[in-house]
């Protein structure tokens, strides 16, 4: 399994550490998240399945708001059904690090991961 890089080998030398923390932790939960999809977990899932989608993943157990950040990226998706209001809230309410599962019209399920810019 592959992951969007860490922060170290994607953000520009000097960037702030609680950037560069919430860009892995968005990336951790994608990883995570994708393997809880595999499973069949949704957005309650236990401490205890996290940790065993993280080693599933290859990852540690997870910190308390990496295991948010996971759960974020486990509710329900948006679609192209959902209201410009509704599609606005879910992804403004997700920064700065919690990834918002979007499904495709071709009912494909991604995940849009908020990856900061700039420091």
Do not use: W
């Amino acid at each position: 399994m592959s992951s969007i890089g860490t922060a170290r080998h994607f953000q520009p030398r000097g960037t702030p550490g609680d950037v560069c923390r919430d860009h892995n932790r968005a990336a951790l939960a994608t990883v995570v998240a994708a393997e809880a999809r595999r499973k069949g977990y949704g957005p309650e899932l236990s401490d205890e399945q996290i940790d065993e989608c993280a080693a599933l993943a290859g990852r540690k157990p997870p910190s308390e708001k990496s295991r948010a950040a996971i759960r974020a990226a486990l509710r329900p998706p948006l679609s192209a059904a959902d209201t410009p209001e509704e599609v606005a809230a879910a992804v403004f309410g997700a920064l700065p690090s919690h990834p918002v599962r979007v499904v495709g019209r071709d009912g494909r399920e991604y995940f849009l991961v908020p990856l900061p810019a700039t420091g």
